[in-house]
């Protein structure tokens, strides 16, 4: 699908903006980066750039998106976008009962090998969710595989949405004001071995994984197909 069809169903939703949906919709057509992973959908209009970029890949090209579960009261919902655009087959959601690093660790049990090309985070926003989720999807991507971080600067304290929430408000000063995704970015994966190519861009931290990186496995190769230990999750 090309973006300007995507984006004339998809204009006006929250959260990721117009630009940023061409940048990486180009990104991903340009270089055949189809096996996508996103963490963190809301609305699911990233999720529609994502899945647009796959079609127009095509073949087996596809999305696995997750999110919490409070993401299924949101108007509209990423089942109505991927209606409205019909990229439906494109994209399978799952919600996360607790955290998506449960589910994570589900797809690393089921098949430790790297099987992704590209990796959005785009949740938990903390140094505990974020940093654990890189180290798992730097196991789940593969060599010369690219990870993108969103909202570098974000706050706990800086939202006004989350810092009127108990458990925000208990946390230490410093834990509100710190831009902890940009802690990860800057503590985990600058300074990692594996990554080259690690720049920031409007507001957005890009890494790729060396392209001569392998992971040694005595587990074997997984036989039930990627998605079978997750249920996809209906409307």
Known sequence: MKFDDVEDVIAGVQYMKTEQGRLVYDFLVENKLGRILELGFAHGKSTCYFAAAADEIGGDAHVLTFDRDSAR???PNI??????????ERVTPVYAETSYTWDLMKLLDQDPQPRFDFAYIDGGHTW????FAFFLVDLLLAPGGWVLFDDLDWTLGGSKHMR???WVKELPEEQRRTPQVRKVFELLVRTHPGYVDVHERDGWGWARKRPDTTRI???GTGKRGLLSALKPSSP
């Open 79 to 88: 089942h109505e976008l991927l209606e409205r655009t019909g990229l439906t």
């Open 164 to 166: 009127k929430q108990p």
């Open 73 to 75: 009261r949101r108007d």
């Open 217 to 219: 496995s005595d587990r």
């Open 128 to 131: 505990d969710v974020s940093g």
